[in-house]
Structure formats: structure tokens, C-alpha cells
């Protein structure tokens, strides 16, 4: 069955911090993986998109990695800042044809 | 210059009522999509349309119909509300659909409430 797993749940830091998120998935065939930041109250809006190719793709003070043989990757968040206080979701793209599969996403709160 | 605009935001009514929400971007993209986001944050795709042709339409109670006048809006409308269908649920767009590598534009999400 196709899953996209996130780890932390939550997870709150403290200002200036960096933090790791997780997102483990087993979909095959793979396209892409996708990082999204929704804040609350709007939509989520893209930060990454890397294919099978990429190993590590970054956005400003996120950064992104994938290791497509253990299906996992992660996004890093360098020096947090309260704006970054979102859910993160990992999305999943299989093969032509088929919806994206989406992770139930981790919500990070920066406190000052 | 809102690339994907949704109304209402906000929408509150009765069991048994029959609402529309809207939908339109102004991306030039050929897919738009509906997801529907649980109070457990989890966002689920409803339906996909291609250039106004329907591609992806997950299990979803046939009171949920989509309508696309044209490539650049995509609408929903509900028939016989219920209490689960409470959500936020949210318009996308994108340039390709399926496993293209373009991001989903989401709109700001319409929070329905039923009561």
C-alpha cells in the first residue's frame, strides 16, 4: 500500500534553533518527492520538489534531502525564525495517472 | 494578483442544504484540483480535472459534484450537506498533472461548517 510517513507529530523549538523533520514513504514507482509549508489558516504552498535524481535540493534556509533507496527524506530548517511556526507535509508522487499520496504532516512551533 | 482564489472562505449552514464553493486561477495551468483537509489536518484529493475533463475522482459521496466551466475554474458543489462534511477544503492548481514536476498552487481553503 502506498504510504507517506512523518515524523515528529509536533515538535517545539526555541528561536535560532535548527530542527530535523522526517518523512519515510513506500511508494513505488516513484516520481518525486515534495516538501509543502502550510501556515494556519491558508493553503500550503511549495518549498521542494526533487526527483529520483536529487539527492539534496535547497530553499533559502530549508533544506531538503532524499535517499530514494531507503525512501526517506528529510527537511532541515536552519536558524528558525517564529515565521517558520507551520505544518510541514511531505507529498509523494507515484507513477502517471495516480493522485498524489500526501503525509498527515508535522507541526512546528517556534517559540522566542 | 492572487494566483488561486477561492469563495467563500468561510461557509456555515444546515444539514440538508445544497452549497457551492468556487474556484478559478489565474496561472494559465491545465489541471485543477479539489482536496478536502479533515480536523486532523490531512489533506485528501477529491477530484482532478485536465483542460475541464475529469481524471481523478476519488471515492467521494456523489452529493460532491465538480464543474468546470472552462480550463481556469473549477466549482463544487455539495447536495444534501451533512455533519462529516465538515472541512477546509481546498482548490490547486498545476501546470501538468499526475507526475509532472510542477508544484500544486493551493488556493486559501474554504472552511465549511455544518451544523
Known amino acids: 500500500k502506498n504510504q507517506v510517513e512523518q515524523s515528529p507529530q509536533s515538535l517545539i523549538i526555541l528561536e535560532g534553533k535548527n530542527c530535523t523533520l522526517q518523512c519515510n514513504y513506500t511508494v513505488s514507482p516513484f516520481s518525486n518527492l515534495r516538501w509543502y509549508k502550510q501556515d494556519t489558516g491558508r493553503g500550503p504552498v511549495s518549498l521542494t520538489i526533487?526527483?529520483?535524481?536529487?539527492n539534496t535540493k535547497s530553499n533559502g534556509r530549508y533544506t531538503a534531502t532524499l535517499d530514494a533507496d531507503t525512501k526517506q527524506s528529510s527537511l532541515h530548517i536552519t536558524a528558525s525564525q517564529l515565521s517558520d511556526s507551520a505544518s510541514y507535509i511531505c507529498?509523494?508522487?507515484?507513477?502517471?495517472?495516480?493522485?498524489?499520496?500526501f503525509g498527515k504532516g508535522t507541526t512546528l512551533s517556534v517559540s522566542s | 494578483d492572487t494566483a488561486v482564489s477561492q469563495t467563500p472562505k468561510y461557509l456555515v449552514t444546515q444539514m440538508g442544504n445544497d452549497k457551492s464553493i468556487k474556484c478559478e486561477q489565474n496561472l494559465g495551468h491545465d489541471t485543477m484540483y479539489w482536496y478536502k483537509q479533515d480536523s486532523k489536518k490531512f489533506l485528501k484529493i477529491m477530484f482532478s480535472y485536465n483542460n475541464k475533463e475529469l481524471i481523478i475522482n476519488e471515492t467521494v459521496p456523489n452529493r460532491f459534484s465538480p464543474k468546470s466551466p472552462d480550463k481556469a475554474h473549477l466549482n463544487l458543489h455539495i447536495n444534501s450537506l451533512e455533519l462529516g462534511d465538515s472541512a477546509v477544503y481546498f482548490c490547486?492548481?498545476?501546470?501538468?498533472?499526475?507526475?509532472?514536476?510542477?508544484?500544486?498552487?493551493f488556493g486559501n481553503g474554504t472552511r465549511l461548517t455544518v451544523t
Open positions: 526533487m526527483t529520483f535524481s536529487e
Open positions: 507529498v509523494v508522487s507515484g507513477q502517471a495517472g495516480t493522485a498524489l499520496i
Open positions: 490547486a492548481s498545476s501546470q501538468t498533472g499526475g507526475v509532472g514536476n510542477s508544484p500544486l498552487h
